[in-house]
Structure formats: C-alpha cells, structure tokens
C-alpha cells in the first residue's frame, strides 16, 4: 500500500474560520511533509516532520499551524486565513527525514478556497 | 542559490516520442527525480536517477543526465493521451530538501 491520504479533498472557508486538514499514511514511515501548490507552479514546501518531531519550518505564518499526533497521521490547522492562501494543499511521506535517495509519495491533495 | 529550469510547454502526437528537458543548478544534487502531476492530482513519481549515473530506462521512459552541463532530460516513448500532465522534474542536494522545477506542461495531440 503506497498511499498517502489526505481529507477533505476541497474545502471551502471564511476568513475568521478556523479548519483542519488531515493526512494519513500507513507505509511505516517516519517523515511526512505539507507543501502549498498554487494554479501552474510548482509545490511549495512548507513544513517537515521526521520521528514526530517538527524540523523544517519554512517561515510559514502562525496561521497555518501543523500538528503530527504520531507517525501516521499530520494535521495542517488553518485559522484566520487570507484569500491569497486559497491553493492545493499537498501531503508527503518517506522513510525517513532523509530527502536524496528516499522516495517521497504525495497525496492527491486538498483543494482550499478562502471567500 | 538552487535553481530548477524547465521549459513551459510541449506539444506532441500520440504515438511520437516526447522528450522534457531540465537544468539545474546545484552541483552537490545527489538525486534527481521526475514527477507527473494530471489535472486536479497530486503529484506522482515517475522515475528518480542517481548522480553518478548517466541513464536510467524504465519501460516507455528513458532518463539522461549529463552531470557536466547540469542538464536531465526524460523522454517518453510511444506517447499517449493519458501522459497529457504537467512534468515537473525536482533534485536534492545540500539543502535535504526537493527542490521543484517550474514544471512542463505536455499536451498530446491525438
């Protein structure tokens, strides 16, 4: 099973919402990953989980706030968000926190619009 | 700093051969990969080619290297309608972290 899943598929919020997105992989894997896709460009890495620990936070603003309960699962929680974050959300995972030579599996991605 | 330049668009019919080009710019990239991504999916990988290798075939898909000038190309064999996507190809070097290519949008012409 090399399947990486991601809820809701399209998700449609308020600027003074609060939601979350969620990802699951059940390959044993230890790093998991959350990157932003705008329209034609390509993924944005966001945030790197490795062993449940958070270790790469490219300078996201606090309101998008990742959570990894354990090895299985990551929560990306969205709150006080702007129309300019309305993107395709995309869940990874590999073996380990190692990017050369490790194979990264993506989901198929959320689709988030902020109205 | 790193950088990954792929050209926007190819066209091709179905049945021809496709080839999407690639440079880079980061000579200590260790890996480097091939992603395709159809509309409204996530991204899957295709292929991924290892530095000290000059090729890599994988049934319909031919990876090149040519580490000197920093440059991969992926060619597709045989090219059908459901390899319309947009390729993007990515590489990992000193950073640990994927570093994307601005992606090539194939369109196959029936």
């Known amino acids: 099973d090399t399947e990486v899943t991601q809820t809701p598929k399209h998700l449609v919020m308020g600027m003074t919402n609060k939601k979350s997105l969620k990802c699951e992989q059940h390959m044993g894997h230890r790093a998991m990953y959350w990157y932003k896709q705008k329209a034609k460009k390509p993924p944005e890495l966001m945030f790197v989980y490795s062993y449940e620990k958070l270790s790469i936070n490219e300078s996201v603003p606090s309101r998008f706030s990742p959570e990894c309960p354990n090895s299985s699962l990551l929560n990306l929680h969205l709150h006080a968000l702007q129309p300019e974050d309305s993107a395709l959300y995309l869940c990874?995972?590999?073996?380990?926190?190692?990017?050369?030579?490790?194979?990264?599996?993506f989901g198929e991605g959320s689709w988030l619009t902020v109205v | 700093g790193e950088d990954v330049e792929q050209s926007l668009f190819l066209s091709v019919r179905e049945g021809d051969s496709s080839v999407i080009n690639c440079t880079y710019t980061d000579s200590s990239s260790t890996y480097l990969y091939w992603y395709k991504q159809e509309p409204g999916a996530g991204l899957q990988l295709l292929t991924y080619?290892?530095?000290?290798?000059d090729m890599k075939q994988d049934q319909r898909l031919t990876v090149l290297l040519n580490k000197k000038d920093k440059h991969l190309s992926l060619r597709i064999a045989d090219t059908q309608t459901g390899d319309s996507a947009i390729y993007f190809c990515?590489?990992?070097?000193?950073?640990?972290?994927?570093?994307f290519g601005t992606g090539t949008l194939l369109a196959v012409q029936p």
């Open positions: 080619i290892f530095s000290n290798m």
């Open positions: 990515a590489e990992s070097g000193a950073t640990n972290k994927l570093i």
């Open positions: 990874a995972s590999s073996q380990d926190g190692r990017v050369a030579g490790n194979t990264i599996y």
